[in-house]
Structure formats: C-alpha cells, structure tokens
C-alpha cells in the first residue's frame, strides 16, 4: 500500500470503508437472496404475514397465511441511538406521587433506533426504505379500517419518520427454581416416632454441604466465560450493568438474562459490552416479530420484538452516556435456545467480508 492510500485509509470513516471493503454490497445482495418473505423488505402484507387478531384483549400478531406460524422478519439497519439500551429499558419511574420502582414482576425492554446506513449504495438504501414501506403498509391498513367504523387511537408507531424502533425481548427473569420454589404450599409437617439411629457425623456435613450449595445460587459478574460456551440460559447478576443502581431496582429473585446479542463472529455478547457493541453507528440485523397493542386509554403500540439481533460491523463513534435513571425525588448523577432458532440461523448464515475497520483486531470499547 502506497503512503497516499494509507494516508487516506486512516482518515477514511467506518462508513467509507464498508462502501471499499464490499460490507454493503455483500449484505444487500445477501438480503436478496432470502426466501420470499423472510426480508421484512421484500415481504407483502396480508401475502407473506397477516394479523391475527386476539379477542379477549384485541391485540395483534402477525403470523403466516399458510401455516399460522407467527411471522418472522430480517431487518437491516444503522443504529442510529443507543440511549434506552439500559439497564431500566424504555421503563417509566412514575412521578413524586405515584413512583414506579422495577420489580420482579415488571417487564423491562431496552429500545434502540435503526437508520438507514450511511453512505449506503443504492440497492441497500433501496432496501431500507422497503422495510419502512411494508410496516407503514400495515399500519395505515389497521388505522384505515378504524376510521370507517369510526374510531381513532392515539397510535404509538413502529416507525418514526425514518427510523425504525425495535425492541429487545424482556432483560431479566426469576430463574425457574426460585418461583416453583415460592410457588409451592408449605408441605404439612407430621409428627412421628423419635428412633435413635446412629448417623456418621461425616455423611451429616456431607448432606449439609448439598443442601447449602443448592440453596446458593453462584451468578457469574465477570466476562470470564468463553464467548462459544455462552449460551441464551445463562442468568447474571444484574448488578454488572454499569447503571443498575439506585432505588428503582428493586428486585428480590430476578437475574439479568443473556439476550441473544451477537457480534461479528456471531458469538454471544456478554451483557457488559451491550452497550459498547450496539452503541451509535453500529450495523446489525434484527430477527424480529411484529406485535400490535390496544391499551385501555385507546393507544394502539406497534412494536417490533428483538429475538436475534447480529451486529455485522463494529462502530468507533462515542458511546451514548448511560444517565442514571432513578424514582422521582432521588439524586442522579451520569453514569459512564429458543423457539426463534430458525430466524437466529438465518442471521448466522450472513458473511462479514473485508476489512471491518481501520483498527481492526481491536475491541471497539
């Protein structure tokens, strides 16, 4: 190489070298390739996925016509902000009066905005466009049949002008063997017969030990497991989120989940680089499901559900500050195998060619 094109490969933005490297060519032409449908871009409302309607709660899914399968969609963007990736999510702390604190019983989902990828080619930015266009199809459809049977919502869209909002599957759960351990009736105690056994005192700390060590549960709080033995089970401190602090955590039995995240390598992220690897710029593609609420205040939310999110290249922008969101009245300050399988193994399958960046080999913190 030159002195002149080292000179401008250094100065060259991560965005000029996914346009040199081929990253951008490679995942349209990837995209393309999908089956018919698969390609939130390329899929037909009420064709390749249709509403299916709840009638208790008049909540949407969207499944497939043929099978009823929910429906599955690859979407491909920029993150354009990182800012509700945290460890509170999208979740509201309620006001002086009526705080809202996160319990074991609230669902909490951080958010993130994708964009179209900056300096894209034609058929990639064509790409993202197409995916605005097939959730607008649905939701002007939805709000169309509305009006003619006059009513109206105050509509909470997937989409915001360009920017697409998807949101991550639900951040921590109660490990199954504490709540069937809270679930179950206390067993009735019946008297009985003393009987003088004799008993080694070694079996007795030996029983002891068991029963301790079940009755602990060793929750790992560094990144020091192997990225290919990680697995979606693993459960986590929730205290190893840089801003899992304050009153407004308030969980008794709920762990921090290993959410499908995956880096370039398509290996699990661990939770502590969530917010270095999804940071501002990053390109990622999103398994996701479409859901459609109807809240009792008349609001309709579309949400789009992150169930494999892949991050195809690394960004080097400044990270977002993680604010430290607390309940109303408490000091704040700024701090620094599952039923999806298939769209996962969709996403797995994308190559990552050329150079990804100009330090490359280096982790992106």
């Known amino acids: 190489m030159s002195d002149s094109e080292s000179s401008n490969e250094s100065t060259a933005t991560i965005f000029d070298l996914r346009n040199k490297h081929g990253i951008y060519d490679a995942l349209s032409k990837q995209l393309l390739n999908l089956p018919t449908g698969d390609c939130l871009a390329q899929a037909t409302y009420n064709q390749d996925f249709m509403r299916q309607i709840n009638a208790h709660t008049g909540n949407f899914a969207y499944v497939q016509p043929s099978s009823g399968i929910e429906y599955e969609g690859i979407i491909m963007g920029q993150i354009a902000g990182d800012e509700k ?3 509170c999510g999208t979740h509201y702390a309620g006001t002086m009066n009526n705080p809202r604190p996160i319990t074991d019983k609230t669902p909490v989902k951080s958010m993130f905005s994708l964009c179209k990828p900056e300096g894209s080619p034609k058929e990639l930015a064509v790409i993202f466009d197409n995916q605005l266009a097939t959730l607008s199809e649905v939701t002007l459809a939805h709000e169309e049949e509305a009006t003619t049977k006059g009513k109206t919502f105050d509509v909470r869209d997937w989409v915001d002008v360009d920017l697409i909002n998807i949101h991550t599957e639900a951040m921590y759960a109660v490990p199954k063997s504490a709540s069937n351990l809270k679930s179950n009736k206390r067993a009735r105690i019946l008297k009985q017969n003393v009987i003088a056994t004799e008993v080694k005192d070694e079996k007795k700390n030996v029983d002891k030990d068991t029963e301790m060590s079940d009755m602990s549960m060793d929750l790992p709080t560094t990144d020091n497991t192997p990225s ?4 979606t089970n693993d459960l986590y401190d929730p205290q190893i989120l840089s801003d899992y602090k304050g ?4 969980h008794n039995e709920s762990k921090l989940r290993q959410l499908d995240i995956r880096d370039v390598d398509n ?3 661990h939770p502590t680089k969530w917010y270095s690897k999804l940071r501002r710029g990053a390109l990622v593609l999103v398994n996701g499901t479409l859901h459609t609420f109807t809240m009792e205040d008349n609001r309709r939310i579309y949400h789009i559900h992150a169930h494999t999110i892949r991050v195809l290249d690394d960004s080097d922008l400044p990270m977002e500050p993680r604010m430290l969101v607390t309940l109303p009245g408490e000091n704040a300050s700024e701090g620094c195998g599952s039923k999806h399988s298939m769209g996962a193994s969709k996403i797995a399958e ?12 280096k982790d992106s913190e």
Do not use: N, P
Not at 228 to 231: D, H, M, P
Not at 247 to 250: I, V
Not at 351 to 358: A, L, S, T
């Open 85 to 87: 990736i945290r460890a």
């Open 228 to 231: 290919q033995e990680r697995t």
């Open 247 to 250: 009153q407004l955590y308030q």
């Open 267 to 269: 290996a699990l992220i």
């Open 350 to 361: 994308f190559k990552v060619v050329g150079k990804r960046r100009r330090d490359e080999g």
